[in-house]
């Protein structure tokens, strides 16, 4: 529970920094109070908020997540988070891949080449778990050169990962080795 609430404060903290430098002039001191003490208010449901919060953060960038490499590296990331106990039972695939398709930034990019990305790094994870975890991480390592990108990598993770209402150890796990990847400090997401 604590961890959530660290990651919740971040976030918030973060969503805070977003709308003031959006935000500037007139109606700036009115917005960051006022939009922090609703989130801060309610402890009920902050995982959902806090899923939503990164949903919401990536919606915000979607005109800025056209490039290959997240694509890519965000495909890697769903399914090192999907197989991050070591199995994929079907049906977890297939709720991951709805997912995925139903992301309102992914929808940026062609289902087909969504799921095929997904279902590519997860036979292999499956088939050689170290080595597909190897070759998941240099994927999402390429997204490294846009700040922006790479973040937006990992918070699709969150979003994944969180999207059963549990957040189990191996999935921390995994996005922390995916922080590591691309330069980012795991602790930024509270991991």
């Known amino acids: 529970m604590a961890m959530w609430d660290k990651i919740k404060d971040q976030a918030k903290t973060f969503q805070q920094s977003q709308g003031t430098r959006g935000a500037s ?28 919060m990164f949903k919401s953060q990536l919606a ?7 490039s290959g490499a997240y694509r890519d ?21 297939q709720r991951v891949e709805e997912l995925i398709v139903s ?3 992914l929808q940026n990019f062609p ?17 050689n778990f170290e080595q597909g975890k190897a070759e998941a991480l240099q994927v999402i390592a390429k997204a490294a050169k846009k700040p922006a990108e790479a973040r937006a990598v990992v918070q699709t993770g969150m979003v994944v990962a969180g999207a059963d209402g549990s957040f189990e150890p191996s999935e921390q796990y995994a996005i922390r080795e995916a922080c590591t990847a691309l330069n980012i400090p795991p602790s930024e997401f509270g991991v």
């Open 73 to 93: 590296a965000s495909m890697a990331m769903c399914a090192l988070v999907a197989a991050a106990d070591g199995r994929v039972e079907p049906s977890e695939r």
């Open 111 to 127: 289902a087909d080449q969504l799921r095929q990305r997904f279902n590519q790094h997860v036979d292999r994870l499956l088939a």
């Open 60 to 66: 915000s960038a979607k005109n800025e997540l056209k």
């Open 103 to 105: 992301n309102e930034v």
């Open 25 to 52: 002039g007139s109606g700036q001191g009115s917005h960051g109070p006022a939009g922090g003490g609703r989130t801060g208010t309610s402890c009920g449901g902050s995982k959902a908020q806090l899923i939503g």
